[in-house]
């Protein structure tokens, strides 16, 4: 064991440093613990878990322990589409290096009080540690200088809220939001300890400011999910369970920036915007994968159809980013990721659908909504008559044409 220099060099730069919290202070260990080991006649623990935190941070640990931060171990074990893929389709070798990169291992200690290699190193948010917390502090405040500002930046919920299916930070980005922050980042006092929007900082939100930060009557929080009205990550949008109490706290942030009707506006899109995804796309591509489910049209062992995969493609990946995006305000990624849904629902899912039951999409081509496809069944390979006239300069467009007027639109 050591302890290299930039750890030092870290923590003495640091405000545990200045308060006198030192290495052992931290890194303590119960003579219970099953990670214990001795160092220099010390009774030492690697990990430094919430629980550790705890011993300064009470109410801190407290409230995280309640978030889906500190649930997502759990979360990903429940959730059998992603134990699936990451660990079975990929690898278990794959899905340690990615998956539970974010959601956190289920940390293994074998002789000596050594940490399993295969379970450690680890600082996923909701790390399962061996004395039994739940959460790493470690994925938001990285050790060891354990920086207020560095917590504070967007970049730092970027590290897991990145990527095809949780394109949040993306979104962030190239929102007017993002916008703000990179142009005003020396405006927005970012080491302050007392940090409200309104009173400390004006110049721009981050991911903090909206989710976890203090407002003008409104306490900070480490559980994001307490301002939150949806839930976006399934099929199907869900409202949460407290989501007027959750919208109320929300508003209270908004109102530093925004009108109240800004606000009432943009919330009546926004919910509107996940009702028509759920009644045009999600609904009956639900009830199509239910109906051939039922006529023993797909097998019972996941994703060995193909059908699967274009319905995983659109609900998991476009639709997340469509959700997201229109929660984030990014009309780039409402536009690229509905033109994504589109593509896969048209020219994938629903051919797919009809050769295996045909029965299954009648319902979904009756509607309205889809009368222009119903129209000239590309299923088929008909064309749909005058349908998209502008398209072609006989008024008509094939199959083919449609597919590259989507991707077209979708990159």
């Not at 995280?64 to 059998?80: K, T």
């Amino acid at each position: 064991m050591f302890t290299s220099a930039s750890v030092f060099f870290q923590w003495s730069s640091s405000r545990h440093a200045e308060q006198e919290i030192g290495c052992y202070e931290c890194h303590q260990a119960a003579e219970d613990s099953p990670d214990l080991f001795i160092h220099e006649g010390f009774n030492i623990s690697i990990i430094v878990s919430p629980l550790d935190c705890a011993r300064c941070h009470e109410a801190q640990v407290k409230d995280f322990d309640g978030s889906l931060h500190a649930d997502a171990v759990n979360i990903l074990e429940l959730y059998p589409v992603a134990n699936m893929i990451g660990n079975v389709i990929m690898g278990e070798p794959v899905a340690r290096l990615s998956c539970t990169d974010c959601h956190g291992s289920t940390v293994q200690v074998i002789e000596g009080g050594r940490l399993d290699p295969t379970t450690w190193p680890n600082t996923g948010v909701g790390r399962l540690n061996p004395d039994g917390s739940r959460g790493a502090c470690s994925a938001c405040h990285q050790r060891h200088k354990f920086s207020i500002a560095q917590s504070r930046r967007p970049i730092t919920c970027g590290r897991c809220h990145a990527g095809h299916d949780k394109p949040q930070i993306h979104i962030y980005e190239e929102s007017k939001h993002g916008i703000s922050f990179e142009t005003s980042e020396g405006l927005m006092n970012l080491d302050a300890r007392k940090w409200v929007v309104g009173e400390n900082y004006f110049a721009a939100p981050t991911c903090v400011t909206c989710h976890l930060a203090a407002a003008p009557g409104l306490a900070s929080t480490h559980n994001p999910a307490n301002r939150l009205t949806w839930i976006l990550r399934h099929e199907i949008a869900e409202r949460r369970e407290n989501w007027q109490s959750n919208k109320n706290q929300m508003t209270k942030v908004c109102t530093e920036c925004h009108s109240s009707d800004f606000i009432t506006s943009w919330y009546t899109n926004f919910d509107g915007l996940l009702d028509f995804y759920d009644r045009k796309f999600g609904q009956p591509a639900q009830r199509v994968m239910s109906k051939l489910r039922e006529t023993g049209k797909l097998t019972t062992q996941e994703f060995d159809d193909k059908i699967e995969w274009s319905y995983f493609q659109m609900w998991n990946y476009e639709a997340r980013t469509a959700r997201n995006a229109v929660a984030m305000q990014s009309h780039e990624y409402v536009r690229s990721g509905f033109a994504a849904v589109t593509k896969y629902f048209y020219l994938e899912f629903l051919p797919e659908a009809k050769k295996l039951n045909k029965d299954a999409v009648t319902e979904v081509l009756t509607t309205p909504e889809h009368q222009w496809y119903a129209a000239g069944d590309l299923i088929t390979g008909a064309s749909p008559a005058e349908s998209i006239p502008d398209l072609n300069q006989n008024g008509k467009v094939d199959s083919t044409d449609l597919l590259h007027f989507m991707q077209y639109w979708h990159r």
